[in-house]
């Protein structure tokens, strides 16, 4: 079967500068590397491929030469003269600093992240906390019970029984990591015997199992700020499940909501409350008092004539800003109460006051159907 052409199976234009060489390589590379596809023999000959080509065309002679004679170039006795350049080293060296910037990282991410000497970090882990409205206003300290995986007290951390210690991995050399080679280039996997810890434990500890870490109950104090707003997220660094064998542990992240409140809704440091009043207080005018968060008691005047969704702002009666001194705004809206269940007499003194009424008492609903009127006759016209 006749080889795939190098631009082809890299993705690129044959005017690709080094640069986007690079690129398409390391997207390919990632996609196919034998770690992320185990037991994959098509991906594993996919990355053979892709290897190939990138070895070839980073090379300005090399790519010259593929230019000029395609594939003929590179067999033996070519016209290219390259005939048995790519030997099982060849492509080792040239691929050590791209290799290590690409699956440098790869292998390096995640949430179990290894430390040095292959002790892997501790997973990281969430916990929920919802507080109030008038704690969010506040702020508070919180004591929380996590359970989590911690350090051994027995073997401190080692996983191997007291009075021994973890052994160098014979089959990596205490690294880690083993390397093989396929073809030019050069593999580097995860050790088997070790699982990339770089040691070996004979005698593991009793309690632990040679884990290095214990699952307990522990009790942590969280500091929440005044001000703190609904979905914040809260990392407590290393305070999460411990690594193994001695290994960094994780973080632990509070993830925290503010339950919806009976009077008070929040915009951002702004707080909005809907006051219902009386029909007549709307219409003469008063006053009344609004409990603000902080407990203190505010008195809203109310002037006469006052129309339902009509607003007041109390300065500095929000929500206080995260780390900042400054406060929002309380904004009271009204709305009015229409009369119910009344007496005999309430509804002749209200149908009294119906007859006293002209257009400048109801303005707005006088006007309303003025123009409405004025609309329909303007349609039949």
Known sequence: MAKADFYETLGVSKGANDKDLKSAFRKLAMKYHPDKNPDNLEAERKFKEINEAYETLKDPQKRAAYDQFGHAAFEQGGPGGFGGGFGAGAGAGAFSDIFEDIFGEMMGGGRARRGSGGRERGADLRYNMEISLEEAFAGKTAQIRVPTSIQCDQCSGSGAKPGSTPSSCGTCHGSGRVRASQGFFSVERTCPTCHGRGETISDPCTKCSGQGRVTEERSLSVNIPAGIEDGTRIRLAGEGEAGLRTGPSGDLYIFLSVRPHEFFQRDGADLY??????????????????????????????PDGTQAGR????????MPVLRSSQMGDLYIQISIETPQKLTKRQRELLEEFEQLSSRENNPESSGFFSKMRHFFDTLSE
């Not at 607003?311 to 929000?318: I, N, P, T, V």
């Open 273 to 302: 409350c809907t006051v219902p009043i009386s029909m007549t207080t709307a219409a003469l005018g008063g006053q009344f008092d609004v409990v603000t968060l902080d407990g203190a008691k505010t008195r809203v005047k109310v």
């Open 311 to 318: 607003q007041f702002r109390l300065k500095s009666k929000g």
